[in-house]
């Protein structure tokens, strides 16, 4: 059986490339993924996979099996691109100037649907429901929400979804049970001076010198608050202020992101930066206002279905590892905020990193996630079924 549903997925190659190269010549931004959301509708509707309405302005949401009483879980792609000029060079490369599939969503979307058509061809053999999430909006983490929103967990027990990770080979999935990606937080600061003469300091309230000191002191957040044995990054990104070199300026602004892997580190990291940026204010004068653009929270499997995963990854010939995780940000996240979830990271060997204008990817991979997942699909259904509805 496990070598079956391999060489299903293997006879699928063709259908994938081509699907996933016409996704990466038309990428469309987050929420604008309207001619998307068209195509993988008409690609579903051609299979003869049913369309559950959510009302959505993009995206897509299908159903197959349920034809017996049984749980439902879900498979989750995402379908948007990014604002990136491609210099891959490809003979498919994108159509459309200025917007490029640099993240590899064209990937995740074409094997979803590679997944759906295998396992509407074993629909009977289904104990239970699988509902297909084409996702809009990742980019923006706002795609998860909306979905959410709309009512698409309604009734699901588990949920499913991938990255391509350039930096591991085809053939190899990184399933890990624990946080696998960061909470990805963002900062806004203004630091309120007053402006004079640059010769004449005493007459003004210099913001250049408290952004400098909080620059220094957030350092000592990661440093000294934050468990050796964990992890969390602070990084400040932009400093803008001054118009010219004799001009002590009125103000300061910073950006920055903080990326956490542990919602306790993550709350602790904003408490501590709160403290510092209105401290250092306080110390030097200045009138200091924080602005935080909240991410997704972190990505944390289940232990359950993360080891599920294994076995199914070890049961197809497929090498599954322990993957360093990324303190990037995904808004899978926000699905596992709800339900039990896993997001694995599937090999693709791609010499360049995602949201590099030259990322690619080995579209050889296709069939590696569409048979790791349609096997995944039907042994979460077996096994909750199993549980009679408990979780596993
Ligand atoms: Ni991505």
């Known amino acids: 059986m ?4 391999a060489q299903n997925a293997t006879a699928l190659t063709e259908q994938l490339i081509q699907f996933r190269r016409h996704l990466h010549q038309h990428p469309e931004l987050s929420n604008q993924e309207f001619e998307t959301t068209k195509w993988v509708k008409a690609q579903l509707e051609t299979a003869g996979i049913r369309i559950v309405d959510y009302s959505l302005k993009t995206g897509v949401v299908a159903e197959i099996g349920g034809q017996k009483q049984g749980p439902i ?12 000029q491609e210099e891959t060079g490809l003979s498919y490369a994108s159509l459309v100037p200025g917007k490029m599939h640099a993240c590899g969503h064209d990937f995740h979307t074409a094997a979803l649907l590679g997944t759906a058509i295998l396992l509407k061809e074993q629909e009977h053999e289904l104990r239970g429901t699988v509902r ?12 998860a929400q909306q979905l959410i929103k ?34 990805a937080d963002g900062f ?3 630091v309120e001076g007053l402006e004079s003469h640059a010769a004449v300091p005493d007459a003004g309230l210099d913001p250049i010198v408290t952004a400098a000191h909080i620059v220094t002191a957030l350092q000592s957040i990661v440093s000294r608050n934050v468990s050796p044995l964990q992890s969390a990054v602070v990084s400040v990104t932009q400093i803008h202020s001054g118009t010219t070199w004799n001009i002590i300026p009125g103000k300061a602004v910073l950006e920055g992101t903080i990326r956490t892997f542990d919602e306790h ?3 602790r990291v904003l408490e501590r930066f709160q403290q510092v940026v209105e401290g250092v204010g306080v110390a030097f004068g200045a009138q200091v206002s924080l602005r935080w653009i909240e991410g997704p929270p972190p990505v944390v499997n289940d232990e359950a279905w993360a080891s599920v995963a294994k076995q199914t990854a070890d049961e197809l010939g497929f090498q599954s590892l322990e993957p360093v995780p990324s303190p990037a940000g ?13 997001f694995v990271f599937m090999g693709t060997a791609g010499s360049r990193e995602w949201h590099h204008p030259a990322f ?20 979460a259904l077996e096994r909750l079924e199993e549980a009679g509805g408990n979780s596993i």
Do not use: C, W
């Open 330 to 342: 995904e808004d899978f996240a926000f699905y596992q905020r709800v339900i039990p979830g896993l």
């Open 360 to 379: 690619d990817l080995d579209e050889q991979a296709l069939p590696v996630s569409v048979a790791f997942f349609s096997a995944l699909a039907k042994q």
């Open 2 to 5: 496990k070598s079956e549903t």
């Open 150 to 183: 709309a009512g698409a967990l309604n009734g699901v027990q588990a949920i499913f979804g991938m990255h391509n990770k350039p930096d591991l080979p085809v053939g190899t999935i990184g399933i890990t049970g624990g946080p696998l990606m960061a909470a």
């Open 132 to 143: 297909l999430l084409f996702q809009p909006a990742e980019e923006k983490a706002q795609g």
């Open 188 to 190: 806004i600061i203004e």
């Open 73 to 84: 879980i879900a498979l989750r792609a995402d379908i948007d691109a990014l604002p990136i």
């Open 265 to 267: 580190v993550r709350l």
